[in-house]
């Protein structure tokens, strides 16, 4: 079983670990990252075997300042003033790869571009103290839900790995937004941690939309963020056994009948219900009920995000869900 020990008195055993070709889970301000040595690839290839994640799914990686960055990745101005406004925090960039920059391919499934993002807190020190940079997929097993605490890591991958960094509940909790900068324009891959609108406002210009190629299409169209019971969207009305995940003051008709309820954020803070996701989608789950029941939430600022999770969340399952 995993050791889980806090962000205090983990770094020398993290190190360690990494330094060893090992991974460890670490919390980031967004999710919690499984992370390995990006420029080893038996460290890369252990990522990928603990969350058992098919191969062709590419990482971020992730670094410790904008030099380090550089050498991994091309800037132009625009990757450039968005490094630096969002950098340290919840963005994304996907860029063209500078030459011989010693990351394994593996972390880029051999595309000749890179996600690249630099964390806050614990994950940056870390970064810092290896002088390399870190390959971290979300802290999951392929297909469920993020982890936003090092229990959930734990319960989750805790027989597969060494060590989980408790860094206490992640204040965004949800991962990364993705953009690819290209030729000047900025394309949103997958929406996130920081709204899009944040990132017009900041770059001047409207964000372009839509995946260029499949494997452009972050966590895919398949189903992704899957809990155990099925979810229903945009639920006006409570069935019979199912659990109800709410948002905001106004209750889906039969509430009262829902197994199990769970507000994201009673006064309709999508902040809030960011960063209640997934732990609150966890939660639901572990009720029993057969499907999660999700009231209505509004599609601006992080709302795209939340309702892009829960989208995937409730797309067909290739396997069938829990029994009734
Ligand atoms: O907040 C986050 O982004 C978290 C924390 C741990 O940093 N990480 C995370 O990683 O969500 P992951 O592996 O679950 O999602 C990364 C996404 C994948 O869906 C992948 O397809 C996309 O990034 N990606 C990686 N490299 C790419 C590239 N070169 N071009 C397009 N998409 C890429
Ligand atoms: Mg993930």
Known sequence: MAEILPVGEAMERA?????????????????????????????????????????????????????????????????????????????????PQQAGNGIHPLVTAGLDTIALRMPRGFGGELIARLGRPLAAPSANSSGKISATTAQAVAADLGAKIQLVVDGGATPVGLESTIVKVEGGTVRLLRPGGIAAADIEAAVGTKLLRGAI???EAPG???????????????AQSVAEGE??????????????????????????????????????????????????????????????????????????????????
Do not use: C
């Open 243 to 324: 659990a109800l995940l709410a948002f905001g003051g106004d209750r889906a008709d039969g509430w009262q009948a829902a197994v199990a309820l769970l507000n994201l954020s009673a006064s309709g803070d999508l902040r809030e219900a960011a960063s209640n996701l997934f732990a609150h989608l966890q939660e639901l789950d572990r009720s029993g009920a057969a499907t999660i029941a999700v009231e209505p939430i509004p599609v601006d600022g992080l709302g795209e995000a939340i309702n892009d999770r829960l989208f995937r969340a409730a797309a067909p399952r290739d396997k069938v869900g829990r029994a009734p």
């Open 220 to 234: 895919m169209l398949a189903s992704h963020y899957a809990p155990g019971a099925s979810v229903r969207l945009n």
């Open 15 to 95: 190190l360690a670990l990494l330094e060893g070709g090992d991974v460890v889970a670490i919390p980031t301000e967004t999710v919690y990252g499984l992370a390995g040595d990006a420029t080893n690839g038996v460290g890369v290839a252990r990522i990928f075997e603990a969350k058992g994640r098919p191969r062709f799914n590419p990482l971020i990686a992730h670094v410790a300042d904008l030099a380090m960055a550089e050498r991994i990745a091309i800037f132009d101005p625009m990757s450039k003033r968005l490094a630096e406004m969002f950098w340290p925090g919840p963005l994304t960039l996907v860029l």
């Open 213 to 215: 190629s499949g494997i």
